[in-house]
């Protein structure tokens, strides 16, 4: 398949090869400058000290997400889809990494380790089929055997699971992090929701006699999603132990 092949996976474009055929799916993308331009002053607002490197990247991924989104989905073809797709990629890699060494204390080689290996399972996730059955239709929402399950959401599903674990492990050592990680985790459980029925509610989801789907809620939410995480990182970028100012303080008599 050609670079400039449309795709017509979302229910606002439906068939129309038209640029601006999915005029909320694009805007909506508006949400992640919002939540970028928003950690990046809480950043600002930090010591100089305690901003690193890795926060301007995290900053620098989710506005590159907001863009490659918006191209996605004005152009609609393959090399945008690449436009889409790495940059979010890159930040749940980069944010695993961050989170196993600052939030958990886990060694930099441990961490590359381990976020090389949920790199695989990820990929593995994102490639999964549906198959013909009732198992298959429920995972595909009205999707034909070999199609991407759950709409194409399914690949982000590791990424709840990784945010319910990570949160939990902070939970237990009282961590202030574990907070926002385990909202993020119920926004994007919603969030990822609204991204798997776009295609199975779109004839109910008409406005002005235009299909528009839920697929722009999902950026809205996963906006959030992005936020919390981000504020996470800002404001909490060290591991909690036994002897640190984050574990509970002794009753006082």
């Known amino acids: 398949m050609a670079l400039q092949d449309r795709i017509f996976n979302y229910c606002e474009r439906g068939q129309d090869p038209s640029l601006w055929?999915?005029?909320?799916?694009?805007?909506?993308?508006?949400?992640?400058?919002?939540?970028?331009?928003?950690?990046?002053?809480?950043?600002?607002?930090?010591?100089?000290?305690?901003?690193?490197?890795d926060h301007y990247l995290l900053v620098a991924l989710i506005f590159a997400i907001g863009i490659g989104s918006f191209l996605f989905h004005i152009y609609a073809n393959r090399w945008s889809v690449l436009a889409d797709v790495l940059p979010i990629t890159i930040f749940i890699l980069v944010y695993l990494a961050f989170s196993l060494n600052r939030f958990l204390g886990v060694p930099v080689g441990w961490s590359v380790v381990i976020t090389i290996a949920y790199a695989g399972l990820g990929q593995a996730a994102s490639s999964l089929k549906c198959q013909a059955g009732l198992a298959g239709a429920f995972l595909g929402l009205g999707a034909k055997s070999g199609q991407t399950c759950l709409n194409g959401s399914i690949g982000y599903v590791p990424v709840l699971?990784?945010?319910i674990i990570v949160?939990?492990?902070?939970?237990?050592r009282r961590h202030p992090a574990s907070k926002h990680l385990l909202l993020a985790a119920c926004v994007l459980a919603v969030s990822l929701t609204f991204r798997t029925i776009d295609q199975a509610v779109c004839t109910q989801t008409i406005i002005a006699g235009t299909?528009?789907?839920?697929?722009?809620?999902?950026?809205?939410?996963?906006?959030?999603?992005?936020?919390?995480?981000?504020k996470a990182a800002i404001e909490h970028n060290r591991p909690a132990s036994a002897h640190d100012v984050y574990a509970p303080m002794p009753d006082k008599k």
């Open 161 to 163: 699971f990784l945010l």
């Open 21 to 53: 055929a999915e005029p909320l799916n694009a805007t909506s993308n508006l949400a992640f400058i919002v939540a970028a331009m928003m950690a990046l002053a809480i950043l600002l607002n930090q010591p100089r000290a305690a901003r690193s490197s």
């Open 211 to 230: 299909k528009i789907g839920t697929h722009f809620v999902w950026h809205f939410l996963n906006s959030v999603t992005l936020f919390l995480l981000l």
């Open 167 to 172: 949160g939990g492990l902070l939970a237990i």
